[in-house]
């Protein structure tokens, strides 16, 4: 059985790139544990060309153009696309593998493209809600989106800052400005100049603009790396006593499960855009009003006086979030699905509810 995962349609984005995701570690899983006997990972780019070899039956494709072509090409009976994401370019493609029965797999990464009705089995990182099927006929799975293990986990060792601020591009949505702000009123409530971290790149934002001269003219101290690699934000995470993310927008941002992942304590503004287990985990506050900087100030200056929580986050995020208890046991039961019904059929989907 192969699998065919469509990752993304990105200039950017690469073989090698991919190789930091926690996809990449659950599909190495897979074809260690003999889940799939092929993973093809489909990366549609304008920069990169190729075929790159993770491991024998594990490969990634960047090709410029995802054609109804490449499915008759790589696809037999009972085997399993998982679309992430979904760009229209990618329709044709989509629509022949409805067409001829196989099985579709989607993952909606804040694009909101669950709606299309192409989907035999969506994946749901945000509600929690039980295995269900809806009105389409279509299943839909609680999914426990995976960081990658080999570069997220607890290093020990002495925190260089007290907070790290985000962790991705820096713009409104994402909320940094919320976090700089609650540095100021921190330091007006308990006299102190947090030592700050906020890695990411600048992007243009109403309040956004305004983090550079804020940072100066308040001298608050705040340092900023840019973007940095995958294993220099976990590097950083393990620099750092808290980690918190107080963006409006997304849909199961990493940065969060990352920092759990490497054992830091959180503090989220907006729940509603990460799973309840994430946001309602120990350790992990919550403010009232994501609004307030002197309520976000006091989280901060509670989470910074507790003793380490490093183990027990670490321990949450494995037993919620890891690859062993959750993506690949999920992936194994699906496949084993898949096998047994080779030809697409939704009727057949309440089997995968028992």
Known sequence: MRLVFLFT???????????????????????????????????????????????????????????????????????LVWVRGGFKPWLAFIDHCR?????????????????????????????????????LSRLWLDYRKPVNPEIFKPVKTKPSFDLCIGAS???????????????????????????????GGLHRGVMTNGICA????????????????????????????????????????????EAMACGRSLIIGFPNYHANWISKSPNVLVPNNPDDFNEIADLIHSQIKMP???????GHYSDQGGIDKNGLPMMRRICEFVQRHPVADRAVLVELLK
């Open 9 to 79: 349609r990105d200039k950017d984005s690469s073989a090698w790139s991919f190789a930091t995701e926690g996809l990449y570690c659950l599909f190495k899983r897979m074809i260690a544990d003999r889940v799939v006997d092929q993973i093809d990972v489909i990366i549609e780019s304008f920069r990169h060309n190729g075929v790159v070899q993770y491991a024998p039956g594990y490969q990634c494709r960047m090709v410029n153009a995802v054609t109804p072509a490449m499915a008759d090409e790589m696809l037999a009976p009972g085997d």
């Open 99 to 135: 067409k001829t029965s196989r099985w579709l797999m989607f993952y909606g990464a804040n694009t909101g493209n669950e709606r299309w009705p192409f989907w035999d089995i969506v994946l749901d990182d945000l509600s929690g809600k039980a295995p269900h099927i809806d009105g």
């Open 169 to 199: 591009h820096i713009h409104d949505k994402k909320g940094q400005w919320r976090g700089v702000k609650a540095v100021r009123a921190y330091r007006e409530r308990f006299g102190k100049n947090l030592r700050c971290i906020l890695p």
């Open 214 to 257: 804020e940072i100066k003219s308040a001298g608050l101290d705040i340092s900023m790396p840019g973007m940095v690699s995958r294993p220099e934000l976990a590097n950083i995470f393990n620099l750092s006593s808290v980690f918190c993310h107080l963006g409006s927008g997304g849909q199961g941002d990493r940065g969060p499960m």
């Open 308 to 314: 380490s929580v490093c183990e027990k986050m670490a």
